[in-house]
């Protein structure tokens, strides 16, 4: 158990929809790091929250979207949705601001599937 | 940008043979991380090297940062079932002020007794 939640562990949705997927990450880590893995593919860094502010920014669609809340939660919202956002979300934390810092190792998640028809 | 290759994509091994897996990054890497995935499962941060040419050992796993910092490699030694799984290299990148880490492409493992 890396302490990192995320809900729902499922989401079945139509194109056209949007969702919320939520984060919360370990105790004490303030960054959370939002992926994406497509089927059979590697981990695509989305975007990173720092302590309540936008950190850094990776291959995020414009229909996408994410925020950190004061008590460090996350939420990933996609919107408008397409069968190709079909993926695992996944979600990590580390204590600092700079990702691949020495110590500054991400947990993962258990992630949310989400299925869009 | 910054591309962070891994091969080979899928090795199909016995259970005690040896596997190797190899990452190289079209940029200079201030360190690198390894992380495995099992079957179902999220990625499990496995180690950090930090210096040119370090080698760290984790029971049966060694693993090693090239000299020109570009490279690494992860070798398992006498395989085993447990080790079934994506192993993925993953390098920082500076972006302005910020950094992410990119992850390379995953070498995925099968184990048979």
């Known amino acids: 158990d890396s302490g990192v939640t995320q809900t729902p562990k499922h989401l079945i949705t139509a194109t056209g929809q949007r969702v919320t997927l939520r984060c919360s990450p370990r105790?004490?880590?303030?960054?959370v790091y939002w992926y994406q893995q497509s089927l059979d593919q590697g981990l695509q860094f989305l975007i990173q929250y720092y302590n309540g502010e936008e950190r850094a920014k990776g291959n995020i669609l414009e229909r996408f979207s994410a925020q950190q809340f004061p008590d460090l939660h996350s939420e990933l919202n996609l919107s408008s949705l397409e069968l190709g956002d079909s993926a695992l979300y996944f979600c990590?934390?580390?204590?600092?601001?700079?990702?691949?810092?020495?110590?500054?190792?991400?947990?993962f998640g258990p992630g949310t599937r989400l299925t869009v028809t | 940008g910054q591309q962070v290759m891994q091969i080979p994509q899928y090795q199909h091994v016995q259970e005690g043979e040896d596997f190797t897996t190899y990452c190289n990054s079209s940029t200079t890497l201030s360190n690198i991380q390894w992380y495995k995935q099992r079957p179902g499962g999220h990625p499990v941060f496995l180690i950090q090297?930090?210096?040119?040419?370090e080698v760290k050992k984790q029971k049966r796993l060694t693993f090693q940062f090239g000299e020109a910092k570009k490279n690494s490699s992860l070798h398992i030694t006498a395989t085993q079932t447990t080790d079934v799984g994506t192993y993925f290299c993953a390098g920082p990148a500076l972006t302005g002020t910020a950094s992410k880490l990119t992850f390379g492409t995953g070498t995925r493992l099968q184990v048979t007794l």
């Open positions: 090297l930090v210096k040119s040419g």
């Open positions: 990590a934390s580390s204590v600092s601001a700079l990702a691949g810092d020495p110590g500054n190792e991400q947990y």
């Open positions: 105790s004490g880590d303030l960054s």
